[in-house]
C-alpha cells in the first residue's frame, strides 16, 4: 500500500489506512536525523513497517523510529503497539488521563502544553477532553507553512468526535477544539484526523456553532 506524502521542507509527513475501521497510521521523518515519530499504531505491523521501510527514502541519514505517539485509548489506534514497541524498542508518549489504558507502559504521560522533541523537530501536546478523558492532538509548527494537528478522534471534517451523546462530554470536547485548536491556530493549518481524509481549520471554522446547536 502506498503511503500519501508531504513533503515539507524540515520533514516529511507521511500517512497509511488500516483495518476495517480506516484508521489512520502517521510516520514524521526529520531529514536531518532521520530521527522519526509514529503517531497511532492503530493495526497492521507489516503495513507499518513497510511505511517506515517507504520513510528510509526521505532522509539521507540512517532512520530511526524514535517516538511512538498514541492520540488516545480506543482499542482501534492501539491494536499493533504492543508489536511494534517490541519490534523496535522505541519509547512510547500519550496523554497522561489515557495512559495507563493503553496495552504496553507508556514511558511519558502528557499533559496539554507539553512538548515532545526528537532531533529535527518537535510536536505540541493538545489535550482536547471529551472523546476520551485524555485524548491528545499533537501538533507540528514548522518554520514555513501552516501546522500540522494530527487530531486523532477528536475533531474531523464536519465535526468533532463521538461524545456518545453525552451533552457535557460534548460541550467539553468542542470547548477545548474550539479554544485550543481553532483559538490558537490558523485557518491554514491542515488537520490529520484518526479516520478519513484532512482537512484545514478554515474549513471547517464556519461550521462551529453549527455543530453546537445540533449536539454533535
Given at each position: 500500500?502506498?503511503?500519501?506524502?508531504?513533503?515539507?521542507?524540515?520533514?516529511?509527513?507521511?500517512?497509511?489506512?488500516?483495518?476495517?475501521?480506516?484508521?489512520n497510521?502517521?510516520?514524521?521523518?526529520?531529514?536531518?536525523?532521520?530521527?522519526?515519530?509514529?503517531?497511532?499504531?492503530?493495526?497492521d505491523?507489516?503495513?507499518?513497517?513497510?511505511?517506515?521501510?517507504?520513510?528510509?527514502?526521505?532522509?539521507?541519514?540512517?532512520?530511526?523510529?524514535?517516538?511512538?505517539?498514541?492520540?488516545h485509548?480506543?482499542?482501534?489506534?492501539?491494536?499493533?503497539?504492543?508489536?511494534?514497541?517490541?519490534?523496535?524498542?522505541?519509547?512510547?508518549?500519550?496523554?497522561?488521563?489515557?495512559?495507563?489504558?493503553?496495552?504496553?507502559?507508556?514511558?511519558?504521560?502528557?499533559?496539554?502544553?507539553?512538548?515532545?522533541?526528537?532531533?529535527?523537530?518537535?510536536?505540541?501536546?493538545?489535550?482536547?477532553?471529551?472523546?476520551?478523558?485524555?485524548?491528545?492532538?499533537?501538533?507540528?509548527?514548522?518554520?514555513?507553512?501552516?501546522?500540522?494537528?494530527?487530531?486523532?478522534?477528536?475533531?474531523?471534517?464536519?465535526?468533532?468526535?463521538?461524545?456518545?451523546?453525552?451533552?457535557?462530554?460534548?460541550?467539553?470536547?468542542?470547548?477545548d477544539?474550539?479554544?485550543?485548536?481553532?483559538?490558537?491556530?490558523?485557518?491554514?493549518?491542515?488537520?490529520?484526523?484518526?479516520?478519513?481524509?484532512?482537512?484545514?481549520?478554515?474549513?471547517?471554522?464556519?461550521?462551529?456553532?453549527?455543530?453546537?446547536?445540533?449536539?454533535?
Amino acid at each position: 500500500m502506498d503511503s500519501l506524502i508531504y513533503d515539507l521542507p524540515a520533514l516529511t509527513i507521511r500517512s497509511i489506512s488500516v483495518s476495517e475501521m480506516d484508521n489512520n497510521v502517521y510516520l514524521l521523518t526529520a531529514k536531518s536525523s532521520g530521527e522519526q515519530v509514529l503517531i497511532d499504531a492503530a493495526d497492521d505491523l507489516p503495513a507499518i513497517r513497510q511505511l517506515l521501510a517507504d520513510a528510509a527514502r526521505d532522509t539521507a541519514a540512517e532512520p530511526k523510529l524514535a517516538l511512538i505517539a498514541t492520540t488516545h485509548q480506543h482499542w482501534d489506534h492501539v491494536r499493533a503497539l504492543p508489536d511494534l514497541v517490541a519490534a523496535t524498542g522505541a519509547p512510547t508518549v500519550a496523554g497522561a488521563d489515557d495512559a495507563d489504558a493503553l496495552p504496553v507502559p507508556v514511558d511519558r504521560h502528557l499533559e496539554h502544553g507539553d512538548r515532545v522533541a526528537v532531533t529535527g523537530f518537535e510536536l505540541e501536546a493538545v489535550h482536547l477532553r471529551g472523546h476520551t478523558p485524555g485524548s491528545t492532538a499533537f501538533v507540528y509548527r514548522g518554520p514555513d507553512g501552516p501546522p500540522h494537528i494530527f487530531s486523532g478522534d477528536s475533531l474531523f471534517p464536519g465535526g468533532v468526535g463521538n461524545t456518545q451523546k453525552d451533552p457535557e462530554r460534548f460541550n467539553s470536547l468542542l470547548d477545548d477544539v474550539t479554544d485550543r485548536l481553532f483559538g490558537t491556530y490558523p485557518d491554514a493549518a491542515v488537520v490529520h484526523p484518526g479516520h478519513g481524509k484532512p482537512t484545514t481549520l478554515g474549513a471547517e471554522r464556519p461550521h462551529l456553532e453549527e455543530w453546537r446547536a445540533r449536539g454533535w
